[in-house]
């Protein structure tokens, strides 16, 4: 089951902060972010650990609720550069070996000059 | 330098043929993956594969056949019982450590396929 990721899409002006949201139904091991310009390939942002460990970008940060099953991507004093469509995946507790990632359906966000 | 490459960028096929889409990754890297995007849909599932001569179906398999014979290469065969084979396929790879989970992928730049 694929996470709810919230709001559909964001427009916003240079400068301005933005908030996106990703949310499962199931108990999360980790949580993973990308970000895919239009026609490239997906690129790595950040992972979330449950416990609290990160991993990733400098100038973006991010939030795991464990308990909600819930993570949340800060943009701050956006850029030009950070228009695109964010994804995220979530590695789901208890699938072993063959654990995988199930990414959400994407939120389109656009920076404005 | 390192990386995944997919090939060709875009194909186009008649319908009732099988296809045959190569990835290669050089980074050394155990696990592979293949995903489908559609618009509006984000990034799904196909196969996944840890070790070589190993794979796994993902969420949306059916119509698909993968093949795991060298670590370098995991090429996707999307048969003609796949009914909507229009798409963009990603491929990616990524280390493995079953103690920290899953770890951050590498895509390749994708192949659209049409068929007519």
């Known amino acids: 089951q694929q996470p709810v990721q919230s709001p559909q899409a964001v427009i916003l002006r240079e400068g301005e902060d933005a908030v996106i949201n990703c949310s499962s139904s199931k108990a999360l091991y980790s949580v993973h972010w990308y970000r895919q310009k239009h026609g490239e390939a997906p690129v790595f942002l950040m992972i979330l650990l449950k416990g609290g460990e990160q991993k990733g970008h400098e100038k973006i940060s991010a939030s795991f609720n464990e308990k909600k099953q819930q993570s949340s991507l800060y943009l701050t004093a956006s850029q030009l550069s950070y228009s695109g469509t964010y994804f995220c995946?979530?590695?789901?507790?208890?699938?072993?070996?063959?654990?995988?990632?199930?990414f959400g359906k994407g939120i389109t966000l656009s920076v404005r000059p | 330098d390192g990386g995944i490459t997919q090939s060709p960028k875009y194909l186009f096929r008649k319908e009732g043929q099988n296809v045959t889409l190569s990835c290669e990754q050089n980074?050394?890297?155990?696990?592979m993956y293949w995903y489908r995007q559609d618009p509006g849909q984000g990034l799904r599932l196909i196969y996944y594969s840890q070790i070589v001569n190993d794979f796994q179906k993902g969420d949306i398999a059916e119509g698909y056949s993968v093949s795991r014979e060298k670590k370098e290469s995991f090429p996707l065969t999307v048969t003609s019982a796949q009914k909507n084979p229009t798409a963009f396929y990603l491929c990616a790879s990524s280390m493995l450590d079953f103690d920290r989970g899953l770890s951050e992928q590498f895509f390749g730049p994708g192949t659209r396929l049409t068929v007519l």
């Open positions: 980074l050394n890297h155990d696990a």
């Open positions: 995946g979530t590695e789901t507790l208890g699938t072993g070996a063959n654990s995988k990632l199930t």
